[in-house]
Structure formats: C-alpha cells, structure tokens
C-alpha cells in the first residue's frame, strides 16, 4: 500500500508544482513556521499517510504532531494534527495535502454514515469501482476506514457478471458454467440478475454469490424468501447483494429484508470534501 501511497503523492505534487512554486518565493528562505489542521464540521479522519507524505516530499525535514488516527469521528474545530517546518515548504504542500485528507475524510465520513444507519442488521455496506482514476485503492482504504468492506479491486481479482457478459455468453446457466471452468477457486464468481425469475435461474445453475440489481423493497423481500427455500434443499450458503439506487433514507429498509450486502456507488463517487483548514499558530 506505501508504494501506491508514493505513487499517489508523486504524481500530485507533479502536477501542482510543476517547475516550482512561485508564490512561496515572497516568504523568506530560511523562515520556520507551525500550522495547525482543523476541521470545520464532524467527520471521520481518513488519508493522514498520504498527507503526511506530501509534505515530507517536499521537505524531510517537516514534523507532524497527530491529535487523530486514520477511522477515528472528528468533531467540528477540532485540531487534528499540529505541523512544524519550513514555512515555503509548508505552503507548497498545503494544498495537495489537504486534498488527500479532505477527498479520504469525505469518503470515510461518507461510508460510516451508512455503516450506522445500518447497526444490528446483518448487511455490510460494500463500495464498488466508481473509483476516481488513479485513486481507487486510497478511496477503498477510506471506506474501510469507514466501517465498510471492499468489493473486488479491479478486473483481475474476481468476476461479476452482468448483463451484456450474460447476452454475449447464450444465458445465465451456460455463463456460470464457463465461469467455473476457467477461474481459480479462491476467486469469487458473482453474478447481477434483473428479476425473481433471472434469480431463481441462477440459484438453479449452483450460483452462490448474486447481485440483486435495482429490485424494489417487495422483490427484495421475496428473494430473500427464495434464497432461504433454496439453501434449505441444498445445504447451499448464498450471498445476496442489493445495489443500484440505494440511498441513505433506504439504506435501513433495504438491510431489514436480510439481504447480506448492499453496494454503494456514491460512497467513491460523489464526494463532497470535508471542510478542512490550515492555520499558522
């Protein structure tokens, strides 16, 4: 994770300096300086190596007093770090910093929000890819931070599918067949159904893993009886996932039908960052 951490800082601090700052030129060279971050609204702290990293980049020298962990609920103008160092250095890194730990926060913050309205049902809250481009390990890290559990990272490391795989292989029983012959067996093979009949098909053709994508409150309810009538024949553990049009006023409802996860595009996707602040003490 370190090196997807540099990776991430590099490539940041490339883009914002560039062939170098030129504003921090009007404070003096040798001039020391101690900042201090808050935070201006309730949050939960997420991204403090990332922020930590990009100062340090630009000065080695830079030492960061944390008052908060990565996971941990901030309240409104609570300090969270204090920073001492060189003030041009301070001033170059602020921004890109502080756009790590506002972006992470807001997503962390995002996900617990969800992760509590749930509390006492069985339902985990899952993200999905609707990742920011380069960012999406980061962004998996804060909804961990969160409360939350990862779906799969990428392309590589399990299989969900959906409907245009399904068309393009002649239907669910003879794509879960394919899919069984050629993935290892430590890979999860998922699979989206559309309907109580494409689910019934499914539980069928041995899935063990389906995506119940935008099914209503009654569907949902009836495919929960479905799974239970099904794993009493078979002995068989089926993972049921809603996804698709959750919200934070149906989040509840929807984990209360018993259903085991329920993905959520917009916990990575549309983030509002946490209002943050630098102050020089």
Request: charged letters at 25%.
């Amino acid at each position: 994770m370190f090196e997807e951490i540099k990776k991430n800082v590099k490539q940041a601090l490339a883009e914002d300096i560039g062939t170098g700052d030129l504003t921090a030129l009007l404070v003096p060279e040798q001039q020391m300086l101690m900042a201090e971050i808050v935070t201006r609204e309730d949050a939960v702290l997420c991204g403090a190596q990332w922020f930590e990293l990009c100062f340090q980049s630009v000065s080695p020298d830079v030492r960061i007093q944390w008052f908060a962990h990565d996971g941990e609920r901030l309240a409104a103008q609570q300090t969270i770090c204090r920073i001492t160092g060189n003030a041009r250095s301070l001033l170059t890194a602020e921004r890109s910093a502080l756009n790590f730990l506002q972006l992470l926060s807001a997503v962390a913050t995002q996900t617990r929000r969800y992760v509590d309205a749930i509390a006492d049902t069985q339902a985990v809250i899952v993200d999905t890819r609707k990742t920011l481009p380069g960012l999406r390990l980061a962004q998996k890290y804060a909804v961990k931070c969160g409360g939350g559990e990862n779906h799969r990272l990428g392309l590589y490391d399990g299989v969900l599918i959906k409907e245009n795989h399904i068309a393009a292989a002649g239907g669910i029983a003879r794509v879960l067949e394919k899919a069984r012959a050629i993935v290892p067996r430590d890979v999860f093979i998922q699979i989206e159904v559309e309907s109580l009949e494409e689910l019934q098909t499914a539980l069928d053709a041995g899935a063990t893993m389906v995506l119940l994508d935008n099914f209503t409150q009654d569907q949902l309810n009836e495919a929960v009886a479905l799974r239970s009538s099904h794993a009493k024949k078979t002995g068989q553990r089926i993972v049921l996932e809603a996804s698709g049009n959750v919200r934070f006023g149906t989040v509840r409802s929807i984990a209360e039908t018993g259903v085991d996860r329920i993905s959520i595009g917009s916990l990575t996707k549309n983030v509002q960052a946490i209002d943050l602040s630098m102050r020089f003490a």
